[in-house]
């Protein structure tokens, strides 16, 4: 397993193909990484689906309110919802969005992200400064890369269980 320097701001996904172990950067953009803990810490990630996976750009996940398995899977609205806490206001950084970074996606209101995110495949500097950055993958991007790819996938990819490193 990973070097975990801070197991209070380290989360653990459990994929199909291994767990990916993402450093949560919470000097950097603390009510994103602290938004990740509540809703990993309440259960609320596990069972969502990767429902927008774009080769050589990224793999977005964490509707929990479309994407879950228990919820029903629908792919019409996989991407379109949130969570049940309020939007986030944005906090952009001087961070690029470099290959395992965790970036938090939204609508065209930078203020709007709410629970879902996405992991980088590649070097994707064309989104630094619009997107908040508030992660990044230290250990598992190799089960990241596997993740099955569509816009929505027919046969979804999983966060099986998301995990706050302290909680483990």
Same mark, same amino acid.
């Given at each position: %397993?990973?070097?975990?320097?801070?197991?209070?701001?380290?989360?653990?996904?459990?994929?199909?193909?291994?767990?990916?172990?993402?450093?949560?950067?919470?000097?950097?953009?603390?009510?994103?990484?602290?938004?990740?803990?509540?809703?990993?810490?309440?259960?609320?990630?596990?069972?969502?689906?990767?429902?927008?996976?774009?080769?050589?750009? %990224?793999?977005?996940?964490?509707?929990?309110?479309?994407?879950?398995?228990?919820?029903?899977?629908?792919?019409?609205?996989?991407?379109?919802?949130?969570?049940?806490?309020?939007?986030?206001?944005?906090?952009?950084?001087?961070?690029?969005?470099?290959?395992?970074?965790?970036?938090?996606?939204?609508?065209?209101?930078?203020?709007?992200?709410?629970?879902?995110?996405?992991?980088?495949?590649?070097?994707?500097?064309?989104?630094?400064?619009?997107?908040?950055?508030?992660?990044?993958?230290?250990?598992?991007?190799?089960?990241?890369?596997?993740?099955?790819?569509?816009?929505?996938?027919?046969?979804?990819?999983?966060?099986?269980?998301?995990?706050?490193?302290?909680?483990?």
């Amino acid at each position: %397993m990973a070097d975990i320097k801070d197991p209070e701001n380290t989360i653990i996904i459990e994929l199909k193909d291994g767990p990916v172990v993402i450093e949560l950067l919470p000097d950097v953009a603390p009510k994103h990484s602290e938004r990740m803990k509540e809703l990993a810490r309440a259960g609320k990630y596990d069972n969502v689906a990767f429902h927008r996976v774009i080769d050589g750009f %990224m793999a977005q996940t964490g509707d929990v309110q479309h994407a879950n398995m228990e919820n029903d899977w629908n792919p019409g609205r996989a991407g379109t919802g949130g969570s049940d806490l309020p939007d986030l206001p944005a906090e952009f950084s001087k961070l690029p969005h470099d290959r395992g970074t965790l970036g938090a996606a939204r609508s065209a209101n930078p203020n709007s992200a709410n629970s879902q995110f996405f992991i980088n495949f590649g070097d994707n500097h064309f989104l630094n400064g619009q997107y908040t950055v508030y992660g990044r993958v230290i250990e598992g991007m190799e089960h990241v890369d596997k993740i099955t790819r569509g816009e929505p996938p027919a046969q979804p990819d999983r966060m099986i269980s998301v995990k706050v490193a302290a909680d483990a």
